[in-house]
């Protein structure tokens, strides 16, 4: 298993003790590590994800709610809404890394830690965000001051 791929199921293991125990992020996070060894480089990129994802939560969830139709984030499995939590914040954040990337990724995740209902719904999802990139990215700049 890739570094990455790694990062990415360590940052969906922390996202969802962060959602259900509702520790602040930095709390959570340096709790989680306790007593776990892994490469530096993912262990970066797993508290990147992390990070990034609890730093724009708000407009994440957004983004997830306007195009699960008929789903609120609250109902969503939370395996589910994690891993559409930082797959977003990879696609609108992180421009390095191709759209394509995270969607497969995030896919084949949900296929380990998900339903057999995870991927279609999640694919769905991001696909469509995907296609709104843009127009969210517009968005999210025209709507949030944001220091730099």
């Known amino acids: 298993m890739g570094k990455r791929r790694l990062g990415r199921e360590l940052a969906l293991q922390m996202l969802f003790q ?3 125990t509702k520790d602040l992020p930095q709390e959570g996070m340096k709790l989680f590590w306790l007593n776990r060894e892994f490469p530096q480089e ?3 990129f797993a508290n990147d994800l992390v990070e990034g994802t609890m730093e724009h939560l708000v407009f994440i969830d957004q983004c997830i709610s306007s195009f699960a139709e008929n789903w609120s984030i609250t109902r969503m499995s939370t395996v589910d ?3 559409l939590r ?3 914040f990879e696609i609108l954040f992180r421009s390095e890394i191709p759209d394509k990337v995270s969607i ?3 896919l084949e995740i949900a296929k380990e830690y998900g339903t057999d209902e995870s991927v279609p719904f999640i694919n769905g999802i991001l696909d ?3 296609k709104e990139k ?3 990215l517009s968005s ?5 001051p944001r220091s730099t």
Do not use: M, P, Y
């Open 18 to 20: 962060l959602d259900i």
């Open 42 to 44: 993912t262990k970066d």
């Open 81 to 83: 809404r994690n891993i």
């Open 86 to 88: 930082f797959s977003v």
């Open 104 to 106: 497969n990724e995030a």
């Open 128 to 130: 469509k965000i995907v």
């Open 134 to 136: 843009s127009n969210l």
């Open 140 to 144: 999210f700049h025209s709507s949030s």
